[in-house]
């Protein structure tokens, strides 16, 4: 049988082996993104004072179709695209081609409500900055160019290095900025193309679509505390995933004995084989998770986000699955089924066989295929279900762990 690595860590960078290529790309931060994970962008308060019941509930009614409108307003929306453009490790280069054309952007800045774009050399600048800002502006004339200076292009207090892949630099009000909310997103991989809404997109950001939940168990038994991937796994019912996981079953007769098996089997083959695996994210001192559209966005990640991808696209075929925590690594298990088990990957939980589904490591067959590092598996910490909310469990003592 074949074998496989797990690729695990070894050893971890210093924070400098982190940085973007373009040192003066300012990024949100991760504490930003688990405040939206965890809290959602805006938080409603209603209040109501002394009137009917039956006013009462026309009141609420018109308040909550008014939020539901905010939350897909234009500026909403465009704001949720300028995070994500401002954070290309978890939307990635096709997320920017598509939106922005040949367009980078440099900073959004927040304060301001500025947004600074760069295009590669070439001439004339005004003419091509014009063509080029049509795409995504309200009004292509309503920019400022930048000044050069001693080989770096200036506006105001920010500068960078001209070349020939940042030759024009502008910036613009945030106001000015315009997205087409009707035409959907897509990315490209072998065996099917994941097409995103922006609402769709939106409902991600804001955490509508995934589980969420606390984010620190704590074992006290053990003395450590790890992250709650479930919190990133999505609900059934997800629009864009289950779109993704019907094209890539598509083909599997549903009156094949053997159709649960082959459709887990696929879900597993393309997170395996089409979304790469990022040493970066993995040896990073600090837990980087994604939400499913963000690793099949960016087109990488690494075994947490792998698994959490695997999990999302198995809520949506109604399929059962458990996230294993394993030192310095999570994998999926699924029941045993039709499966064979002659690969010893296996997990006995609740009364029933449980099948070791690894996607860090490409092609691999769940019952059979073989992997370097296998006693890793033999040693399961903890247990989840991601549809449990804030529940996960010793899996020695089967008690459910506090949180933090």
């Not at 301001?112 to 014009?130: H, K, N, T």
């Not at 094949?256 to 083959?269: G, N, S, V």
């Not at 399929?319 to 690594?329: A, I, Q, R, S, V």
């Not at 064979?340 to 295929?369: C, H, K, M, P, Y």
Request: aromatic content about 8%; hydrophobic content about 40%; proline content about 6%.
């Amino acid at each position: 049988m074949p074998q496989y690595s797990i690729l695990e860590p070894e050893k971890r960078p210093d924070e400098s082996d982190r940085a973007e290529p373009s040192d003066y790309r300012q990024l949100l931060t991760l504490c930003g993104v688990i405040v939206a994970i965890l809290g959602g962008v805006l938080a409603l308060v209603m209040a109501f004072r002394m009137m009917p019941a039956s006013r009462q509930r026309h009141g609420s009614g018109v308040k909550a179709a008014s939020a539901e409108a905010a939350r897909y307003a234009p500026e909403t929306l465009r704001s949720h695209l300028l995070s994500y453009l401002a954070q290309p490790r978890f939307a990635g280069r096709d997320f920017e081609q598509q939106l922005l054309g040949a367009v980078r952007l440099e900073l959004y800045q927040l304060d301001d409500r500025e947004v600074y774009f760069s295009l590669p050399a070439g001439e004339p600048a005004q003419q091509r900055i014009g063509q080029a800002a049509a795409r995504f502006m309200t009004d292509p004339a309503r920019i400022e160019i930048a000044r050069e200076e001693e080989g770096r292009l200036w506006l105001g207090r920010y500068s960078i290095p001209k070349g020939a892949e940042r030759g024009l630099f502008f910036k613009t009000s945030v106001e000015n900025i315009r997205f087409d909310s009707e035409s959907p997103l897509s990315f490209q991989f072998q065996r099917a193309t994941y097409t995103l809404r922006l609402p769709e997109l939106a409902d991600f950001i804001t955490s509508r679509s995934v589980y969420g939940g606390k984010l620190n168990p704590l074992d006290r038994t053990r003395r450590v505390s790890f992250i709650n991937h479930g919190v990133m796994v999505a609900r059934p019912g997800e629009p864009s995933l289950k779109r993704l996981g019907e094209d890539l079953t598509k083909d599997i007769p549903a009156d094949d004995p053997m159709a649960r098996e082959k459709r887990i089997q696929r879900l597993l083959d393309f997170v395996s084989q089409e979304i790469a695996y990022d040493q970066t994210e993995a040896l990073a001192s600090a837990e980087t998770l994604k939400r499913p559209n963000e690793t099949l966005m960016s087109h990488r990640t690494d075994c947490s986000n792998k698994a959490i991808l695997l999990g999302s696209l198995l809520e949506q075929a109604g399929e059962d699955y458990l996230f294993l925590y394993c030192p310095k690594h999570i994998t999926v298990a699924v029941p045993r089924g039709k499966f064979e088990n002659r690969n010893g990957l296996a997990f006995d939980w609740e009364g029933q066989t449980w099948l070791v589904a690894e996607s860090t490591a490409s092609g691999f067959q769940i019952g059979v295929s073989h992997l370097t590092k296998e006693a890793i598996f033999k040693q399961v910490r903890y247990v989840q279900r991601p549809g449990q909310k804030n529940l996960i469990y010793d899996a020695v003592t089967l008690s459910p762990l506090e949180f933090r």
